[in-house]
């Protein structure tokens, strides 16, 4: 079955510093969603991909996915607190009905 | 509008006991889901359901049953517990598929003793 795999696992950071996390998939993708899971709570909807190659902002995250549409990264400039949380990538498959599968997840944890 | 409301948030059983859990979306979506979540670990899909009285199974349905008669509630049922199933359970909606994000609820904490 489809497996979607993120990289690394855990992440800390000091304040300030950059941050990247991957994902892989093993079969090619319609589209590509990533989740905000903060310590205890639920994930949160952050952005969705669709095209080849297409590359989009929010603020200091930059979310891209791959030309081949198997991968995908999140990049966050200048880390915060506030960032503190695991990111999920989740990945439909091209045909493959209504389900999401989701990776599994890069936590990330920033000092001060 | 109060999203995707989940009951309860915690509970404990015992093995062989049995339990429903409740999700509840007041968005009129389409599309419902379980997903439950491990320590450490993503989301896997449970069962899933494309409307009212359309149910169909995810990754993990084993030791679970879902129902789904009306558009808003779409309960997971757990039949004879076990120490596997202790786990944090998602529920989550969407208005359609495929490029529609999903709204989760805030998860049930169930322990399984």
């Known amino acids: ?112 | 509008n109060a999203g995707v409301t989940q009951t309860p948030k915690f509970r404990i059983l015992k093995i062989g006991q049995s339990m429903t859990l409740q999700c509840a979306q007041d968005m009129n979506h389409n599309y419902m889901y379980w997903y439950r979540q491990d320590p450490g670990m993503g989301l896997k899909l449970i069962y899933y359901s494309v409307g009212a009285g359309i149910t169909d199974k995810g990754e993990v349905p084993n030791g679970y049953n879902v129902s789904r008669s009306t558009t808003e509630d779409f309960p997971l049922r757990l039949e004879l517990a076990a120490p596997s199933q202790t786990s944090v359970y998602f529920c989550a909606s969407s208005y359609f598929t495929g490029y529609e994000k999903l709204f989760f609820g805030s998860g049930t904490q169930l322990s399984v003793l």
């Open chain 1, 1 to 112: 079955g489809q497996q979607v795999m993120q990289i690394p696992q855990y992440q800390h950071v000091q304040e300030g510093e950059d941050f990247t996390t991957y994902c892989n998939s093993s079969t090619t993708l319609s589209n590509i969603q990533w989740y905000k899971q903060r310590p205890g709570g639920h994930p949160v909807f952050l952005i969705q991909l669709v095209k080849s190659g297409e590359v989009k902002k929010q603020k200091r995250l930059t979310f891209q996915f791959g030309e081949a549409k198997k991968n995908s990264s999140l990049h966050i400039t200048a880390t915060q607190t506030t960032d503190v949380g695991t990111y999920f990538c989740a990945g439909q498959v091209t045909g493959g009905g209504n389900k999401l599968t989701f990776g599994t997840g890069t936590q990330l944890k920033v000092e001060l």
